[in-house]
């Protein structure tokens, strides 16, 4: 299993990102997907997630209306377009893989394989 | 949203000391609780699923309890690999927020 992120840098505020995550060794198509997030120094901040065939998305009040998860079942492809960015969404960018265990009457969810990560700065 | 919330934010301790970290949530998650390692610069690396289950390849030195609101890490003979920072995730419900992490240092 392997998750590989690109597409960080550093861009202004107001400015626009797409991040991409490229996994292999899994069938990409049969996981739920999340993006998390890590400030400077700071904690873990979950930021969305996508369901398998993308037909439902999930997001953290924070990048509501300003950042857009999706995915490329074909090329076996994670996104994370990022616009208005703010100073506050510098961070490192985390992809992960949902593991699903099924419970008696619901499915359980962890992150079990991550990228290594992508930075973002938003600074002028 | 769920609030998580891990105590101590951090501790000092030995190899081979016994280390226990909590986490709370804000209202009950049954046992949809994971815990992360993560050393610096590193990303974060699934310890226990499901309040208790141990992640393949995860020592059985660690080991996790607890269901709806209150939840235990336990390390039961702390190594030197063990320094890192230690988070709690609740899957309950989206956002899946994650407590602030516990650090983990050497005495």
Same mark, same amino acid.
């Given at each position: 299993?392997?998750?590989? *992120?690109?597409?960080?840098?550093?861009?202004?505020?107001?400015?626009?990102?797409?991040?991409?995550?490229?996994?292999?060794?899994?069938?990409? /198509?049969? &996981?739920?997907m999340t993006w998390?997030?890590?400030?400077?120094?700071?904690?873990?901040?979950?930021?969305?997630n996508?369901?398998?065939?993308?037909?439902?998305?999930?997001?953290?009040? /924070?990048?509501?209306?300003?950042?857009?998860?999706?995915?490329?079942?074909?090329?076996?492809?994670?996104?994370?377009?990022?616009?208005?960015?703010?100073?506050?969404?510098?961070?490192?960018? &985390?992809?992960a893989?949902?593991?699903?265990?099924?419970?008696?009457?619901?499915?359980?969810?962890?992150?079990?394989?991550?990228?290594?990560?992508?930075?973002?700065?938003?600074?002028? | 949203?769920?609030?998580?919330?891990?105590?101590?934010?951090?501790?000092?301790?030995?190899?081979?000391?016994?280390? =226990?970290?909590?986490?709370?949530?804000?209202?009950?998650?049954?046992?949809?609780?994971?815990?992360?390692?993560?050393?610096?610069?590193?990303?974060?690396?699934?310890?226990?699923?499901?309040?208790? /289950?141990?992640?393949?390849?995860?020592?059985?030195?660690?080991?996790?309890?607890?269901?709806? =609101?209150?939840?235990?890490?336990?390390?039961?003979?702390?190594?030197?690999?063990?320094?890192?920072? &230690? &988070?709690?995730?609740?899957?309950?419900?989206?956002?899946?927020?994650?407590?602030?992490?516990?650090?983990? *240092?050497?005495?």
């Amino acid at each position: 299993v392997q998750l590989v *992120e690109s597409g960080g840098g550093l861009v202004q505020p107001g400015g626009s990102l797409r991040l991409s995550c490229a996994a292999s060794g899994f069938t990409f /198509s049969s &996981y739920w997907m999340t993006w998390v997030r890590q400030a400077p120094g700071k904690g873990l901040e979950w930021v969305a997630n996508i369901k398998q065939d993308g037909s439902e998305k999930n997001y953290v009040d /924070s990048v509501k209306g300003r950042f857009t998860i999706s995915r490329d079942n074909a090329k076996n492809s994670l996104y994370l377009q990022m616009n208005s960015l703010r100073a506050e969404d510098t961070a490192v960018y &985390y992809c992960a893989r949902d593991g699903t265990v099924r419970g008696i009457i619901a499915y359980f969810y962890y992150m079990d394989a991550w990228g290594k990560g992508t930075t973002v700065t938003v600074s002028s | 949203d769920i609030q998580m919330t891990q105590s101590p934010s951090s501790l000092s301790a030995s190899v081979g000391d016994r280390v =226990t970290i909590t986490c709370r949530a804000s209202q009950t998650i049954s046992s949809n609780l994971n815990w992360y390692q993560q050393k610096a610069g590193k990303a974060p690396n699934l310890l226990i699923y499901v309040a208790s /289950s141990l992640q393949s390849g995860v020592p059985s030195r660690f080991s996790g309890s607890g269901s709806g =609101t209150d939840f235990t890490l336990t390390i039961s003979s702390l190594q030197p690999e063990d320094f890192a920072t &230690y &988070y709690c995730q609740q899957s309950y419900s989206n956002p899946r927020t994650f407590g602030q992490g516990t650090k983990v *240092e050497i005495k």
